[in-house]
């Protein structure tokens, strides 16, 4: 017998019993990619397990061939997508972030769930773009913005210290299994592709890709941020040399030499 609670969205529903279908009619070759791997502990292999019955029921979600066709049609329209497929903006949006099987490849997106605090509680990236282990990202990224346009999705161009270009979207979602009072969790996501795919997608139909000015120089965290001129900067780089002047004043109370 499952249980599941019915307070649950309809997709999240749907998604819970795929993945315990998987751990049930798949248990053999999730096993045998288990001990292949030789994880150290039980529960590395119980986080791989849980993993690989993630992905079974995105995939049953949203089967491969016909979510790529979809894609295509849509203009990677996550919005349309979601309605197609019965499944939520997150949902959409991960799955967006896999399709990079050989031969059949979709637009390499990076992927990310952020809270309120600005900890990545999720990501997966199809692209050079990277997120931070530890600590926050950015602030400079659209993705912070997400709470205060909660219902629409954001659009930033982007470039990163390296030279890479990004189109980024960014939206907020409310998670509600309760009551009035019952408790609310709040999400903002980020979902992305480098600007030679931009083209592809339907949220750059309107946007000038090719005038530099357009786009935001964000980074990937502080600690490893290389931008001498950040107003947003709230510690020095890991490598960096510090210059103090106790008579001038500026965002931080140190200069990068």
């Not at 600005?118 to 600590?135: D, E, N």
């Not at 913005?145 to 659009?155: L, P």
């Not at 000015?213 to 290389?226: F, H, L, Q, V």
């Amino acid at each position: 017998m499952i249980g599941l609670n019915a307070r649950l969205a309809p997709s999240t529903l749907y998604f819970q019993l795929a993945a315990q279908l998987a751990l049930i009619a798949e248990a053999e070759p999730i096993e045998t990619i288990i001990a292949a791997a030789r994880f150290k502990t039980r529960e590395a292999e119980g986080i791989c397990r849980l993993g690989l019955a993630n992905y079974y029921a995105g995939a049953l979600q949203m089967p491969y061939g016909a979510f790529l066709a979809a894609a295509g049609e849509t203009a990677y329209d996550i919005e349309q997508l979601g309605f197609r497929f019965g499944a939520s903006l997150e949902q959409v949006g991960h799955r967006l972030s896999t399709m990079q099987r050989p031969k059949a490849r979709g637009v390499p997106f990076f992927f990310a769930r952020v809270d309120a605090a600005g900890t990545i509680t999720k990501r997966h990236s199809a692209t050079p773009l990277q997120f931070p282990r530890f600590g926050g990202a950015c602030p400079l990224w659209n993705v912070h913005r997400a709470f205060e346009e909660h219902g629409r999705i954001g659009r930033q161009l982007a470039e990163t210290p390296d030279g890479n270009r990004y189109l980024c979207l960014a939206w907020s979602e409310e998670k509600r299994i309760g009551g009035f009072r019952g408790p609310v969790r709040r999400y903002a996501y980020a979902l992305g592709c480098e600007i030679a795919h931009a083209g592809k997608l339907t949220y750059a139909a309107d946007l000038d890709l090719g005038r530099p000015a357009a786009y935001d120089p964000i980074g990937i965290s502080c600690r490893i941020c290389p931008r001498t001129d950040c107003l947003q900067r709230s510690v020095p780089p890991l490598d960096a040399r510090l210059e103090i002047d106790v008579d001038r004043r500026d965002v931080v109370p140190y200069r990068l030499g």
